[in-house]
């Protein structure tokens, strides 16, 4: 009995960790955001984003922060690209939402996908605002504390939808150019593996019991 209750405890334990949130990327520190990129009233702007996980498992939740200037609501739309582009450039856009109604002020912008970006390390990630003054927040920490990112950015400065290959930018400078995103995953297989082989276990365990 007391065998089969430690492997319920185990079993729960496995349980949380497979509904758990795995931080695949992040570089948004939660406070001291030094500056706002305005792109402009429905410009693209993307960071590139370098996951920790080389395996890319599927993305959950995308949360970036964002600034509202204007008086009035903004919307703000969501891209996550592949990088199967030129050299790791924009390649394939793998997602997008929008979130409407923002007021003005600070806020992390919170996005759920549908598991998207399976298999894949590094992506394109950004958003594009229906007005101006109002844009993705660079990090005063630019360098993710989780995974990677380059001093590079890709932005439609044209307007024409399209990232060009006139539209990647490179500050070399300071700030550092990485914006505050932060990417949850799913959790991995093995996880689920685990928990299975654990209520094997206790099926076992039970049919012991009984005879």
């Known amino acids: 009995m007391k065998r089969a209750v430690a492997l319920v405890g185990i079993i729960s334990a496995l349980t949380l960790s497979a509904q758990a949130n795995i931080v695949d990327f992040d570089n948004d520190p939660g406070a001291g955001y030094q500056y ?4 402009g009233a429905n410009q693209i702007v993307l960071d590139d984003v370098g996951r920790a996980d ?17 008086s009035s609501p ?3 739309t969501l891209y996550v690209y592949d990088a199967t582009g030129a050299g790791g450039s924009v390649g394939n856009l793998l997602y997008t939402a929008t979130i409407q109604n923002i007021p003005n002020g600070l806020f992390q912008l919170q996005f759920g996908t549908p598991n998207i970006g399976g298999g894949q390390q590094n992506l394109w990630i950004g958003l594009a605002a229906s007005a101006a ?4 927040v660079l990090s005063p920490t ?11 950015f890709a932005w439609d400065d044209d307007g024409n939808g399209i990232i060009d290959t006139n539209d990647y930018f490179f500050f070399g400078g300071n700030p550092v150019a990485n914006f505050a995103i932060e990417v949850l995953a799913v959790p991995e297989p093995a996880s689920m593996v685990a928990l299975g082989a654990g209520l094997a276990g206790l099926l076992g365990l039970r049919r012991r019991a009984r005879q």
Do not use: E, L
């Open 54 to 70: 080389p395996n890319g498992v599927p993305i959950k939740q995308i949360n970036i922060a964002f600034y509202n200037a204007n």
């Open 133 to 136: 003054n109002a844009g993705m």
């Open 36 to 39: 706002y990129f305005p792109g």
């Open 74 to 76: 903004v919307d703000a």
């Open 142 to 152: 630019p360098y993710p504390t989780v995974g990677t990112s380059q001093d590079v």
